[in-house]
């Protein structure tokens, strides 16, 4: 199967302590800008759901 590079691999980080927690694709055809989730932030200074950007 072809890959392309449409498809993005990106890293999400928690907007409240910065840490890198999730990466997942993205395609580029469809989602424009800076992609934003609700994930679960595993560090002890969050240990909930925050909000999670893509980070460059
Ligand atoms: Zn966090």
Known sequence: MAQ???RI???MACTECRS???TT???RM???GR???KKYCPRPS???HTLHR???
């Open 4 to 6: 392309k590079e449409t």
């Open 9 to 11: 691999i990106i890293t």
């Open 20 to 22: 890198r927690n999730y």
């Open 25 to 27: 694709t993205k395609n």
């Open 30 to 32: 469809k989602q424009q």
């Open 35 to 37: 992609m934003e989730l």
């Open 46 to 48: 969050c240990r909930r």
């Open 54 to 56: 893509e980070a460059k």
